[in-house]
């Protein structure tokens, strides 16, 4: 009788173990995120997912759809801008989502990927002038909850 306890004890222990491995590796191998409603571009949809390379970097993956053209906001801006928050809360321009015709297709669907050392807790795009910018526009088109 105390084999089977023991061996009952144990199934359940390895099963526990097993659950929480699983989700971890699942959870540190990629997380997406979906952009919250936009009131500057209210039909735009779409989400981040980041991911570690083997070189232990952040992938960061965006794909956007019904995401207006940057030249008819009010006012009218020259690009999209990603910027990411770090673990470190850094703010970091991490590149442009460009508004060209090869990249918005008909359906206005962009799609964007940058690498990162950094861990990004956060990821937002605003409409700027100029794609180098240091700061952000206040005016966020698109933003995530932090992950």
Partial sequence: MKTNKSNSKFKMYSLVVLTVLSMSFFYSCSHKVSFLNSS???????????????????????????????????????????????DKEELRNIGQIKSAEAV????????YESVSSFKPI??????????????PDPIIILTTSNF
């Fill in 40 to 86: 500057i571009v209210p039909a735009a949809r779409g989400s981040v997912k980041v991911s570690k390379d083997n070189n232990k970097n952040y992938v960061v993956k965006i794909r956007i759809d019904n995401l207006a053209e940057v030249s008819r906001l009010q006012p009218p801006k020259n690009c999209y801008v990603v910027w990411m928050i770090t």
């Fill in 104 to 111: 918005l297709s008909s359906k206005l669907s962009a799609y």
């Fill in 122 to 135: 956060r990821i937002f795009i605003t409409a700027e002038n100029d794609a180098a910018a240091t700061n």
